[in-house]
């Protein structure tokens, strides 16, 4: 192993994280910069590469039972520890495998619009914030670094992963996590509304888990005791940081304007307690 990641190669470089090259392994850092409607903002978010290092660690030890993931260990450089993992490489399906349960951000607004979201018809006169009948799955494109993400129905992501069985066990598996999630969730005071997985393919494994998993930057944490249909609801996620940009009228095109002290502050607060509340666990 490097011990440094100045001696590894940089594989790639996102919103959020970087990945570096170690043999025939990766090692993947989450950062703590933060991100809405596409845009990277100016203000790290302190302690928030962290937890989502920690809470993909602690969802990839709960749901192996359900499906294999890419987690080999935490042994990555010490300058990174605690934020950053050791992956095995995988053959990344080319659509986001998003999981709804409640009816909010882009898939309200699509319903709003059609009575359906990404091609499944729902029942008349549901409100922002419902819980749907069951979980549906509503795919999406994966967009460049900088370009939005397209919500699409399931016929063009058979299309884009190019085998219907295979995009047929790609939903049964994110909504059987989903469903783990949400229970595991909810009995900790938290309502997992939404999330995405990211999954591949490694040799010997047709489906594996990848990316982040159930985290706040992936999924809508919303606290049970606050819940009620109807209206947005209070969150654990960064919906809080995209509310205040709402709120300034900023236009979603680059550059954000800053976030001030106390919104940084709060949203650290807000991943931490998610964080704490899901796992059990406190963030050392």
Known sequence: MADHLSELELHS??????????????IMVASDRISA??????????????????MSIFWFETTGG????????????????????RVKRLDMYPVECVVRGYLSGSGWKE????????????????????????????????????AHDENIDFDRACELVGSRPLMEE???????????????????????ADTKFELGAAPGAEIVLGDEVLTPDSSRFWPADDYEPGRGQA??????????????????APPAP????????GTTARYREAYELITGRELD
Not at 185 to 192: D, L, W
Request: hydrophobic share 35%; aromatic share 8%; with cysteine.
């Open 258 to 265: 800053p976030l001030p002290a106390e919104v940084v502050a």
């Open 170 to 192: 790609l939903r049964r598996v994110s909504i059987e996590l989903y469903e783990h999630a949400r229970a595991h969730a909810y009995g900790r005071g938290i309502i997992v």
């Open 111 to 146: 319903y709003r619009e059609s009575r359906s979201v990404c091609g499944i018809e729902l029942p008349d006169g549901l409100r922002e914030s419902d819980q749907l009948p069951e979980p549906i799955f509503t795919p999406a494109t994966k967009a460049e670094v900088g």
């Open 66 to 85: 359900i499906v294999p993931n890419h987690l080999v260990s935490e042994d990555v450089p010490a300058e990174v520890a605690g934020r950053a993992i």
């Open 13 to 26: 470089s996102g919103k959020v994280r970087e990945i570096y090259e170690d043999g025939d392994e990766l």
């Open 235 to 252: 969150s654990f996620d960064k919906q809080y940081v995209r509310d205040y940009l709402n709120e300034r009228g900023w236009d979603h």
């Open 37 to 54: 409607f596409d845009v990277v903002l100016p203000e790290p978010i302190p302690d928030k590469g962290r937890v989502l290092t920690q």
